[in-house]
């Protein structure tokens, strides 16, 4: 019946209108808007806070402010309200959610690095295709041939590293995910796909990288994994030991899925998201079992602009916001119009539309992990959109300007360490009167 109706309105679109886009994400979907003014009036205090103590925040000269820019701006956007307001009711909450935010430019431009270039698609391919299909695992025998096999294993899953230290791609993990996924895009069902990261490679292809990644989530994550930050406390210890640990650890079969070359240039543009909604067979007890999690698709909104060209910086009035918002993106049968962004499912020949399901495997053991790489991709995707896309973030620098070797605003930094050393002196003053006392 389902299939029915979208073919019905798939017909009425082509017959009232050619030109009309297939069904995309609007706005409103994604954006909380029925709260927007409320949380503009709050982010307008923050940022005159910001212009006001730039100064001293940032220990820079004042020539040298400037307002928020627009990953700074989705953040804040995308931000619980309830928090947002929590945090303006003391300054020294103010400053350090004015810390945390400035963290999100170099957060969005490495997540933005997903695409694969296509030198790296091309070794990719080539390697691939020397790789022996998968056993299935044997049972354990007294000839010691399963410890020749096993030792094999561990060689071709271990991480290399080239000359500069930078972690290498594993073809080993790469063909686990092929495998799991049938050959096939999870999306679109069709052959020759790559292998794409859920959270991108460059996370922790080299020690800089690493430590850079490590910063973000403390710096800024935890305030987008949750639907109020600060309520579960150990999110950013579980992604610290994911992706903070091990050079190379994103080439991980439970941080990859399967995509076209299109799909997966437009995921790591932001044109895209992935939603995390349940598994099938959770409660399935053998680790090595391969279960589902279902996966719901989402168009992100689409911030209009020239073909080619970033987007105009965002205002700050509902209405400004909303009109930078268009309800789709290109003229499908117009060539002086910008090309659309969407997609069909060849084995419905319907269009791919925001809501559609669809499930991705893992063995039950790596289960968690993968369902947090997709948490955190949903969170960085959403504000990635918002801010632009790949294009706009692309000139942020790789570390924020206004922070610290540490990521801490510097005034912020002298403040809490003075308050440290008045808290460690009248704790020792307390225990020499308990001292002179005894």
Same mark, same amino acid.
């Given at each position: 019946m389902a299939g029915n109706e979208r073919?019905?309105?798939?017909?009425?679109?082509?017959?009232?209108?050619?030109?009309?886009?297939?069904?995309?994400?609007?706005?409103?979907?994604?954006?909380?808007?029925?709260?927007?003014?409320?949380?503009?009036?709050?982010?307008?205090?923050?940022?005159?806070?910001?212009h006001d103590? &730039? =100064?001293?925040?940032?220990?820079?000269?004042? *020539? /040298?402010y400037r307002?928020?820019?627009?990953?700074?701006?989705?953040?804040? +956007?995308y931000m619980d309200t309830g928090y947002l307001r929590d945090q303006l009711m003391q300054w020294s909450s103010t400053e350090l959610l004015i810390q945390s935010i400035q963290g999100i430019p170099a957060a969005?431009?490495? &997540? =933005?690095?997903?695409?694969?270039?296509?030198? *790296? /698609?091309?070794?990719?391919?080539?390697?691939?295709?020397?790789?022996?299909? +998968?056993?299935?695992?044997?049972v354990s025998s007294a000839s010691g041939d399963d410890d020749d096999e096993k030792e094999a294993t561990e060689k071709r899953r271990s991480t290399k590293l080239d000359s500069s230290g930078k972690a290498q791609r594993n073809n080993y993990y790469a063909e686990k995910r092929r495998h799991l996924d049938g050959y096939r895009c999870v999306l679109t069902g069709t052959r020759d796909a790559q292998v794409c990261h859920i959270i991108p490679f460059a996370a922790n292809a080299t020690k800089d990288g690493m430590d850079r990644w490590h910063k973000v989530i403390l710096a800024s994550m935890r305030l987008f994994l949750q639907e109020r930050p600060g309520v579960d406390f150990g999110a950013e210890a579980r992604l610290h030991s994911l992706f903070g640990f091990e050079q190379g650890v994103s080439d991980r079969h439970w941080n990859t899925i399967s995509l076209t070359p299109t799909?997966?240039?437009?995921?790591?543009r932001g044109y895209f998201g992935l939603k995390y909604i349940g598994t099938n067979n959770?409660?399935?007890?053998?680790?090595?079992?391969?279960?589902?999690?279902r996966i719901q698709f989402h168009w992100m909104p689409?911030?209009?602009?020239?073909?080619?060209?970033?987007?105009?910086?965002?205002?700050?009035?509902?209405?400004?916001?909303l009109a930078a918002i268009p309800t789709s993106c290109g003229q499908p049968s117009s060539w002086q119009g910008e090309p659309m962004v969407a997609m069909s499912r060849p084995e419905t020949g319907f269009n791919l539309e925001t809501g559609d399901v669809f499930g991705v495997r893992i063995p039950r053991r790596h289960m968690e992990k993968m369902v947090e790489a997709f948490r955190m991709q949903w969170a960085l995707i959403k504000l990635l959109a918002m801010a632009g896309g790949a294009e706009a973030v692309a000139d942020y620098p790789d570390d924020p300007e206004f922070l610290d070797e540490n990521w801490e605003l510097p005034g912020f930094k002298a403040w809490r360490l003075a308050c440290m050393a008045e808290w460690a002196a009248v704790a020792e003053e307390e225990e020499r009167v308990e001292e002179g006392e005894e």
């Open positions: 073919a019905q309105r798939e017909l009425q679109r082509v017959l009232d209108n050619s030109d009309k886009m297939p069904e995309q994400q609007s706005a409103a979907e994604l954006l909380p808007v029925e709260e927007m003014e409320e949380r503009l009036q709050y982010i307008n205090m923050l940022e005159k806070y910001w103590n &730039f =100064a001293r925040l940032s220990q820079k000269p004042g *020539e /040298a307002s928020f820019n627009d990953a700074e701006l989705s953040a804040l +956007l969005l431009k490495i &997540f =933005a690095t997903k695409a694969v270039s296509a030198a *790296e /698609a091309e070794a990719l391919q080539a390697v691939s295709k020397k790789i022996p299909p +998968l056993r299935p695992p044997s799909m997966h240039d437009w995921w790591g959770a409660n399935v007890q053998d680790p090595n079992a391969v279960i589902t999690l689409w911030r209009r602009r020239e073909l080619g060209q970033k987007p105009a910086p965002l205002g700050r009035t509902k209405e400004d916001i």
